[in-house]
């Protein structure tokens, strides 16, 4: 079974490009594990989605694998002390991403004894899965890709329809990038532990591990430690081909499924991981171990390119000094492969959970693009797209801000591989006009979801003055129509103008019918909105404490107790503003909706943009 | 900051124009041998106008000049503009018809990449449009010629419209064959007598069917090289084969074959060199086999039921215009999405 052959059918996607590999220079050495010495700078945001919340101060000790901040919400993950030191700093420090702008970092001072804090293994195998995914929100572990989407919700099953297939991207279709390549070689019988692991808690019936041909010594050891362990997994080979390591790729290549655009892969049963972060998952299962390290490769110009194993927050400075240091000419570090990745702000950022590759690089290896010519239709773009869009559209739709016929033209389907511009003969920066597009149309969405926030706001207030007018109106008839009654009664010589007020308070008595009916329909309606947000409200706390520890859920059940105690308050001061309150959780949760949809597009962009590595 | 990718494999657009030029080279050494050198001062005279009308207007324009003169787009339209104009041409002739293409066809619209025209189909349909009769009168092939022109003799008549003394206009020049066939059929003659005469070869035009056979070789050194695709030019032959195949099996004496049709006029120029031209032409697979196929159809509706001899330009030009709806209309489904 060694043979570099298949014996499953592999379908094909529209395009691709081959560039060249480059990949032998990082492969020759074994993963070398560097120690934290220099103190580790912690971006609190490695991931996709929110912020954590602090768990230690200034000054605090910590120890190895102690938690420093806890997911906080329902999309983040956990950051753990790397090593045991003091915390010297929470502030705002460089961080590498694409925008060069800082954000909220923990520093770490190592005090050189790497003293352990207690780790508890997990029991996957005599635990209910649910409490299983449910401890991965402590472990910290992300998608190490490079899309660093938290793990544990990808597991989590939500009440899905089965998943059948887990898919192991081992593909690793970027240029110079050899993580993967060194960790299946090295770590093969472990990952296929990991395997192991996330299949049982998704309950898939099989395992698909897509590797690109350009790494035979890897799916040798892959094959050979799944005859070792008996494992069900089929180690797949595929062709070389960019963007053949994009999650929706691989999954269409290994299987033929074509994942519907608005869906994600769980929707056709199957879910996706890539090697590293299976590897984290048997470390967090098997020894208690939170993501504390990652494998990263340094390659490009410096002296000794190979893979170390890094302690997160370590300067990238460090880690290119560990590869033997830079060479002359280095004019830039780029994160990621040179198809997707970005120019490191400084080469002082710390490594994070997303950072799978640091290339030195000279204008010799990426000589700058020469200056953009006007496209001149020739489609080869369109050729290489793997999505099949058509860029050269694209492209005119968005330097003209035509974003409406972008839309049409499904910009969002874009996964900014860059194949379009490798191959555009006029050097178009097609993915970065592509990018202007998309941040600006979820702008403009959000402008007008502000509006029409506004303009709800606005008529319920309208409405609500309404009927405030017409409730004074009809208890002033109704008064009125009392007092005359009774002065009818009291006063029967001043008959005729009693029977004028009898009159007015007929006209008033038969227009109060309607009016009243109306009032309660309208009563109605709002009982019912009431009921529907509360509704609402309860079944996302479900969802939301569906997957927290005890702990948390405490905290949240007392919390839920403190407002519907604040609630009660508010209703005895003012019980005629029920409707208005509800109005305002109304508005409360159609603002948090559009911030769920803005987060998700955010994220799905994010998480596009990193797929392919 | 992110520029990625890093990395870029195209050939730049001055690479792709390069490598048209050179696959034209072996019509142009065909056509030297078949007609003599007078091609070779209208192809010079086609590239100095275009240089010059390019660089001027980019200047009034204020852009930049030489990145776009090395893009070497001026060059292939004026190349084309040439190999398509009889090649002893009056010179003003050439120089007239190049500005028109540079000046008004292409930089008018904004310059490379805007143009929806061809810019040497629009040169030459001015120029047949304007001045017909100059249009029309191909030198016979040096094989045929009572007469035959040295290249001092050429350039004297391209410059001076002189010819040495006591040779009348008529012993240099002949009716092309499609312009033959077109009259002799007007005439009620039958095709296989038409097909006789000296002018015709075993293809198409004595001569002329070498220069086209010359052209199909660059072509497919294109189409190896990757530059063109092979979805127009196949679209194009196929339908003009197709078109003219049927209506010569039903009446063989009233129309040409499809061999004569294919290597006649400037059916394999178009097919390989015109119609590909990508700016002004179509980008999805389904809309460039749409786009040529039209061609095709008018190139053969308007040879054999039209007023004019070959109608490669006006059907360019034509389907040119239909290339935004082609496009639109043949959108190719979305990974993901249902068509």
């Given at each position: 079974m060694n043979a570099l052959v298949n014996l499953v059918k592999l379908f094909k996607f529209n395009g691709g490009v081959h560039p060249p590999?480059?990949?032998?220079a990082s492969t020759t050495q074994p993963i070398r594990v560097l120690q934290a010495t220099l103190p580790l700078v912690l971006p609190?945001?490695?991931?996709?989605?929110n912020i954590p919340h602090l768990r230690v101060q200034v000054g605090e000790r910590v120890l190895k694998g102690q938690l420093l901040a806890e997911a906080e919400g329902g999309i983040s993950a956990a950051i753990h002390a790397p090593?045991?030191?003091?915390?010297?700093a929470i502030q705002d420090a460089l961080i590498?991403?694409?925008?060069?702008l800082p954000d909220r970092c923990l520093t770490l001072q190592p005090d050189g004894l790497d003293e352990w804090t207690v780790l508890t293994p997990i029991d996957w195998q005599h635990m209910e899965a649910r409490a299983v995914v449910a401890s991965?929100?402590?472990?910290?572990?992300?998608?190490?890709?490079?899309?660093?989407?938290?793990t544990h919700i990808k597991l989590?099953?939500?009440?899905?329809?089965?998943?059948h297939t887990l898919v192991i991207?081992?593909?690793?279709?970027?240029?110079?990038?050899t993580c993967d390549d060194m960790v299946m070689r090295e770590r093969a019988a472990d990952l296929l532990r990991g395997i192991a692991i996330t299949q049982h808690l998704l309950g898939a019936e099989r395992c698909l591990i897509g590797i690109e041909d350009n790494k035979p010594e890897a799916a040798a050891a892959l094959r050979a430690a799944c005859d070792a362990a008996d494992s069900s997994a089929q180690v797949i080979v595929v062709p070389?081909?960019?963007?053949?390591?994009d999650a929706r790729r691989l999954i269409h290549v290994l299987t033929g499924l074509e994942i519907p655009?608005?869906?994600?892969s769980v929707d056709v049963g199957v879910q996706c991981f890539n090697v590293a972060t299976v590897l984290a998952i048997y470390r967090y299962m098997r020894f208690?171990?939170?993501?504390?390290s990652r494998i990263v490769t340094v390659t490009g110009n410096v002296a000794r390119p190979g893979n170390f194993e890094v302690p997160l927050g370590m300067p990238v400075s460090a880690l290119l000094e560990a590869a033997g240091g830079v060479l002359e000419d280095t004019s830039e570090f780029i994160m990621g492969?040179?198809?997707m990745g970005f120019s490191l702000p400084s080469p002082e950022v710390p490594v994070t959970k997303a950072t799978n590759c640091i290339i030195a690089s000279t204008p010799r290896l990426f000589p700058p693009a020469a200056p953009a010519m006007p496209?001149?239709?020739?489609a080869r773009c369109a050729e290489a797209c793997p999505v099949s869009l058509q860029p050269q559209e694209l492209y005119w739709f968005a330097k003209s801000d035509n974003f409406d016929k972008a839309r049409d033209y499904?910009?969002?389907?874009?996964?900014?591989?860059?194949c379009c511009s490798y191959v555009c003969p006029s050097n178009i920066p097609l993915v970065q006009y592509y990018r202007y597009a998309k941040s600006e149309i979820i702008a403009q969405d959000r402008a007008k979801e502000a509006a029409n926030l506004a303009r709800e706001r606005n008529d319920f207030r309208l409405m609500r003055i309404e009927r405030e007018k017409q409730e004074r109106a009809l208890k002033h008839a109704q008064k009125a129509a009392g007092a005359k009654a009774e002065a009818g009664k009291t006063e029967p010589s001043k008959a005729e103008s009693g029977v004028q007020y009898a009159g007015d308070a007929a006209v008033n008595v038969a227009a109060s019918p309607a009016s009243a009916q109306a009032e309660a329909v309208k009563k109605a309606a709002i009982a019912a909105a009431i009921e529907r947000a509360k509704a609402q409200k309860a079944a996302q706390a479900a969802q939301n404490t569906a997957a927290v520890n005890p702990a948390v859920a405490a905290e949240m059940a007392a919390i839920d107790a403190r407002r519907a105690e604040a609630a009660a308050l508010a209703a005895k001061i003012n019980k005629d503003d029920v409707a208005e309150a509800a109005a305002a959780t109304h508005a409360a949760d159609q603002h948090s909706t559009i911030n769920g949809v803005s987060a998700q597009v955010a994220s799905s962009v994010t998480s596009n943009s990193k797929e392919p590595s | 900051m992110s520029r990625s990718p890093y990395l870029s494999s195209a050939p730049s657009v001055s690479v792709i124009m390069l490598k048209v030029l050179l696959a034209l080279l072996p019509g142009i050494a065909t056509y030297v041998w078949v007609y003599g050198g007078g091609i070779l001062i209208s192809l010079a005279l086609a590239t100095l106008t275009a240089l010059l009308a390019e660089a001027a207007v980019l200047r009034l324009r204020q852009r930049p000049v030489l990145p776009f003169l090395m893009d070497g787009s001026a060059i292939v339209t004026a190349w084309l503009l040439a190999l398509a104009?009889?090649?002893?041409?009056p010179w003003w002739l050439v120089v007239v018809g190049t500005l028109f293409a540079i000046v008004v066809a292409k930089q008018l619209y904004g310059g490379l990449g805007y143009n929806p025209f061809n810019p040497a189909m629009i040169g030459y349909a001015a120029l047949l449009i304007s001045f017909p009769v100059l249009m029309t009168q191909w030198p016979s092939p040096l094989e045929l010629a009572k007469v035959s022109l040295s290249f001092t003799d050429q350039w004297h008549y391209i410059f001076m419209r002189s010819l040495p003394?006591?040779?009348?206009v008529d012993a240099i020049s002949s009716a092309t064959p499609l312009d033959y066939l077109k009259t002799q059929l007007i005439l009620q003659q039958p095709i296989s007598d038409i097909s006789?005469?000296?002018?015709?070869?075993?293809?198409?035009?004595r001569g002329s069917e070498l220069v086209a056979l010359a052209y199909l070789l660059g072509g497919i050194y294109l189409l190896q090289q990757r530059i063109i695709s092979w979805h127009i030019p196949l679209a194009f032959l196929a339908t003009l084969t197709l078109l003219s195949g049927t209506f010569h099996l039903f009446a063989p004496g009233l129309y040409a074959s499809p061999q004569f049709h294919l290597f006649s006029g400037a059916a394999m120029l178009c097919a390989f060199f015109i119609a590909t031209d990508p700016v002004s032409g179509p980008t999805t697979p389904l809309a460039k086999l749409v786009f040529a196929a039209g061609i095709g159809v008018l190139t053969y509706v308007i040879r054999v039921f039209?007023?004019?001899?070959?109608?490669i330009a006006f059907a360019v030009i034509l389907m040119n215009m239909c290339v935004p709806l082609l496009d639109a209309y043949t959108q190719p489904r979305v990974f993901g999405h249902e068509k």
């Open positions: 590999q480059h990949k032998q609190l945001r490695q991931h996709v989605g090593t045991s030191g003091i915390i010297t590498p991403h694409p925008s060069g991965l929100r402590q472990s910290g572990i992300v998608g190490l890709g490079g899309a660093a989407f938290p989590r099953s939500d009440g899905r329809s089965g998943i991207n081992a593909a690793e279709c970027e240029p110079y990038i070389t081909i960019y963007p053949s390591g655009s608005h869906q994600r208690g171990e939170p993501a504390l492969g040179p198809m496209c001149i239709r020739c499904k910009l969002f389907d874009c996964i900014e591989c860059g | 104009l009889p090649p002893l041409a003394l006591g040779v009348p006789n005469t000296p002018i015709f070869g075993w293809l198409g035009g039209g007023a004019y001899p070959d109608g």
